[in-house]
C-alpha cells in the first residue's frame, strides 16, 4: 500500500491506470536495487539498464501509485523558490549547475518521449512569472528585476513582459520563461516502465521493505522474499534507510490541486506561476472534443498542521475562478506532499556514509524535473563513480548560509515532541463519526483514533515509528501525516509513505 490508496484521486489517477505487477515471492539478485517506483525511481531504473545494469525495482504499493501520481506536472527548471533566492543561499556556481541540470533533465525527458515514441501530451510552451493578488505593479516589478538578474547570472533564458491573459492582469510586469515543457506523467513512466522490462528490467509491486543491511552487498528484506545488490538506492519521497542526517534539513509540505473544465482556446496553453509564498501555479491538459482541463495547485501548508482542507479546495477555486471567470465545472481535487529543503535543491547522490547507497529526496516542488534528473546523476555515480552536478545536489551537504531555514524547519519537531504534555483533541473514540479522528489521552500515552468512512473504529499509537513524532489526522486524505518527517499511515496504521518502515503499533 501506499498514498495511491489515500481518498482523493488525481486527475492523472482517473484516466490512467497503474501498471500490473507481481509481488516480490523469492529472492533475487541483482547490480542494483531501486526502491520507490515514481518519477525518480522509474528514471533511475531505466537509466542503469540502458547503461547494461542488472536492476530491480521495487515499490511498497503499485508502480507509480505514490506522490508522483499528485503531481501537478510542471516541466520548469526554474528554481521554484526564485532563482534570487538560490543564488544568495547556494552562489553563482552552484546556481549555474542547478539550473543546467534541471534542464538537462527536461531535455532527458523530451529525448525518450521521440526515443518511444510516447504518446503522453508532451510539448514545449512558455512559463509566466506573475503578481500576487496582492501586490501593485511597483512591488511586482521590483520582484520581476531581482529575478531576471538572477536568470542572468544563472544562463536561464528569460524576458521581460508585459501581461498574462488572465483577469486583472493584462497588463502586469511578468517574467516570460520560454521552451518550459508538461506532460501527462503516468502516460511517460507507463512507457517508460514497459521498456525497462522489455530489456530485461524487474519490478515488483506490493512489496514494501521492511528491513536493510548495508555493507559491501545491500540486503533489502520484504515480506515474502529479500533482494541482494551490489548497490541500492533510495527513491521512496522521504528515505526510508536514513533516521535524521537528511530528515533534519527538509520538511514535508501538503499542496492541494483541482482539475476544471475549460473550453479550448480560451487560455493559452502555458505554465502560470504567482510570486505569493506559498505560490499558486496553473497549466492545461489536452482533453476531448472542445474542452480541455485546467489545473491549478496551491495553498500549500506543513504536513499535519491543519486539517482544512474543504476550505484550502474552497480558496484554491475563488482564486483561480476570479483569474479564468468563464471556467467551467470540477473535475477532479487531489492533494500530495512535497519535501522543502533547507536551501531549495534536492538532495540526490551517495547516502552520507555509504559507498554504495543512493538516495534520491527533497523535491522542494520539482519533483518531476529532480526525479528525471535524478535517472541522469545516479546513474553516473553507480556507472562513472562521478557527475559534474553532484555538488549541487550531495544528501552530504549543509551549506553554513542554510542554516537559519535549518532552525526554522526542526522547530516542528520540538512543537510536536511538546504534544505529549498537552491534552488530547478527542475526549472519547465514541465521539469519533465515520471519516473523523483525532488523538487521545490513554494514562500516559496517547492513541490515534479514527472510524474509516465504513464506520469501522481503528486505534493506534499516535506515535510515529519513524522517531516518535505525534502524528496527526488528515480528514481530507483519510489517513495519519506525521509534522515532523512527512511519514503517512492509513486508518488501519498501515504505512503510505515512509521514511517509516513499521506501520503504527
Given amino acids: 500500500m501506499n498514498v495511491s490508496g489515500e481518498a482523493t484521486k488525481s486527475v ?5 491506470k497503474f501498471p500490473t505487477a507481481p509481488r516480490l515471492q523469492q529472492d533475487e539478485h541483482c547490480d542494483v536495487a531501486v526502491v520507490g517506483a515514481g518519477i525518480a525511481g522509474v528514471s533511475i531504473a531505466y537509466e542503469l539498464v540502458l547503461a547494461g545494469r542488472n536492476v530491480v525495482l521495487v515499490d511498497r504499493g503499485p508502480l507509480l501509485g505514490g506522490m508522483t501520481s499528485r503531481t501537478t506536472a510542471h516541466l520548469a527548471p526554474v528554481c521554484d523558490d526564485g532563482l534570487g533566492a538560490l543564488v544568495e543561499m547556494r552562489g553563482e556556481e552552484l546556481a549555474r549547475g542547478f539550473q543546467e541540470s534541471q534542464q538537462a533533465a527536461v531535455d532527458r525527458i523530451e529525448e525518450l518521449v521521440g526515443n518511444l515514441a510516447i504518446d503522453c501530451d508532451f510539448r514545449r510552451l512558455d512559463g509566466f512569472l506573475f503578481p500576487a493578488a496582492w501586490m501593485d505593479d511597483e512591488e511586482a516589478a521590483k520582484q520581476c528585476d531581482k529575478e531576471y538578474a538572477a536568470a542572468i547570472k544563472v544562463g536561464a533564458i528569460v524576458e521581460r513582459s508585459k501581461g498574462v491573459p488572465l483577469n486583472g492582469h493584462e497588463s502586469a510586469p511578468v517574467l516570460r520563461y520560454p521552451n518550459q515543457a508538461t506532460f501527462h506523467p503516468l502516460k511517460y513512466l507507463r512507457a517508460i516502465l514497459a521498456d525497462f522490462e522489455k530489456r530485461g528490467g524487474r519490478a515488483f509491486a506490493n512489496s514494501a521493505v521492511t528491513d536493510i543491511e548495508e555493507g559491501d552487498q545491500v540486503r533489502l528484506k520484504c515480506e515474502r522474499g529479500a533482494i541482494t545488490a551490489s548497490n541500492a538506492v533510495f527513491a521512496t519521497n522521504s528515505p526510508i534507510n536514513t533516521w535524521v542526517k537528511i530528515h533534519s534539513k527538509m520538511a514535508p509540505y501538503r499542496t492541494y490541486a483541482m482539475a476544471f473544465e475549460i473550453t479550448k482556446r480560451l487560455l493559452s496553453d502555458a505554465l502560470y506561476w504567482d ?3 506559498p505560490y499558486y501555479y496553473v497549466r492545461l491538459n489536452p482533453g476531448s472534443g472542445k474542452t480541455n482541463y485546467l489545473i491549478v495547485g496551491g495553498r500549500d501548508h506543513k504536513s499535519g498542521e491543519a486539517d482544512d482542507g474543504d476550505a484550502r479546495f474552497a480558496a484554491l477555486e475563488a482564486w483561480i475562478r476570479a483569474l479564468v471567470p468563464d471556467l467551467g465545472g470540477e473535475t477532479a481535487r487531489w492533494s500530495g506532499q512535497v519535501l522543502d529543503t533547507i536551501d531549495y535543491c534536492g538532495f540526490i547522490g551517495r547516502s552520507p556514509g555509504s559507498k554504495n547507497v543512493f538516495v ?8 518531476i524535473t529532480h526525479g528525471a534528473l535524478a535517472g541522469l546523476l545516479i546513474r553516473d555515480l553507480v556507472v562513472k563513480g562521478s557527475n559534474s552536478w553532484e555538488a549541487v545536489y550531495a ?5 553554513p548560509a542554510a542554516f537559519a531555514n535549518y532552525l526554522s524547519e526542526n522547530l516542528t519537531a520540538v512543537k510536536n515532541f511538546a504534544e505529549y504534555l498537552l491534552p488530547g483533541q478527542v ?14 489521552h490513554d494514562g500516559l500515552s496517547k492513541l490515534a483514533v479514527c472510524r474509516d468512512r465504513d464506520g469501522k473504529l481503528h486505534t493506534h499509537s499516535a506515535s510515529c515509528s519513524h522517531l516518535g513524532c505525534i502524528v496527526h489526522w488528515n480528514s481530507t486524505e483519510q489517513c495519519w501525516d506525521c509534522p515532523c518527517h512527512g511519514s503517512q499511515f492509513a486508518p488501519d496504521g498501515a504505512v503510505l509513505n515512509g521514511p517509516a518502515i513499521r506501520g503504527l503499533s
Fill in 275 to 277: 510570486m505569493d509564498d
Fill in 360 to 367: 534520491a529526496t527533497g523535491d522542494s516542488g520539482q519533483g
Fill in 395 to 399: 544528501p552530504d551537504r549543509t551549506p
Fill in 12 to 16: 492523472w489517477m482517473l484516466d490512467t
Fill in 427 to 440: 475526549k472519547s473514540a465514541e465521539d469519533l463519526k465515520s471519516g473523523e479522528g483525532g488523538v487521545i
